[in-house]
């Protein structure tokens, strides 16, 4: 009945966790760009109460009788499918529609990788730069900042789908520059490290960033100007979790319950 007991109080620890996690989707549904995370739960210890032995009468036991000693949370993995594109009126916010990512150089120097491109046109220390709304720096494929001529208007800007930067000159034609928005790849996004303001930090499960620009093999992302990626958080899935996580917590906590009355009954025994 003891184990029982920590048994119990393991779930409602790991169920807790969970509505944690729950919360946290249902809190980001309107992030740009948020992934929406799932607990995973892996089983603990077991102990062995009877091993597979040969009996008294030489007849072999098949199976052996263990017990569970509960569960934990095990990891909380992102799902990085792709969110709804939502139009906005800004040429300063790009969604990305395939599995690349934004580049940023964060205030500590180190890179970090985004998918939200809600990004603005800011004076910088060499001009017009395009950057998140923290201030980062938005990279280029070759690991620089995107900075615009001093003479072109952020208003003029054009991003192509493959990321190339460009301007409209005064007659509204289309003039490239020698800048393309940097967009990366990752082996195992999941392995990434999250971070705050929906940004990501390289380790080692999630290997090195791929360049799209000059990586072969892999499939390109398309930029799309005057878009916002949305989250990925399903609503009605996430309360259906809630529900389950809300009563396998309720489970738990009535087999604690339960042990004690248990315990109770056995200590007032009368020998």
Known sequence: MMRSLYTAASGMRAQQTNVDNISNNLSNVNTVGYKTQ????????????????????G????ISAQVGLGTRIASNTAIFTQGAPQATESNSDFAIEGDGFFAVRGADGQIYYTRNGSFNWTMGVNGVTLATSEGYPVLDSNGNAIV????????????????????????????????????FQFNNPGGLEKKASTLYAI??????????????????SKVLQGYLEGSNVQVADEMVNLIIAQRAYQLNSKAITTSDEMLEQANNLKR
């Open 38 to 57: 799932k607990a995973e739960f892996k089983s603990l210890l077991y102990q062995t109460i009877q091993a597979k032995t040969t009996s008294a009468n």
């Open 148 to 183: 615009l001529p001093a003479n072109i208007a952020s208003g003029n800007a054009v991003v192509s789908d493959s990321g190339q930067v460009g301007y409209t000159n005064g007659e509204g034609v289309y003039v490239p520059l020698n800048q393309q928005i940097g967009l």
């Open 59 to 62: 007849e072999q036991k098949p």
């Open 203 to 220: 380790t080692n499960a999630s290997g090195q960033a791929l360049n799209e620009a000059t990586t072969a093999g892999l499939t390109r």
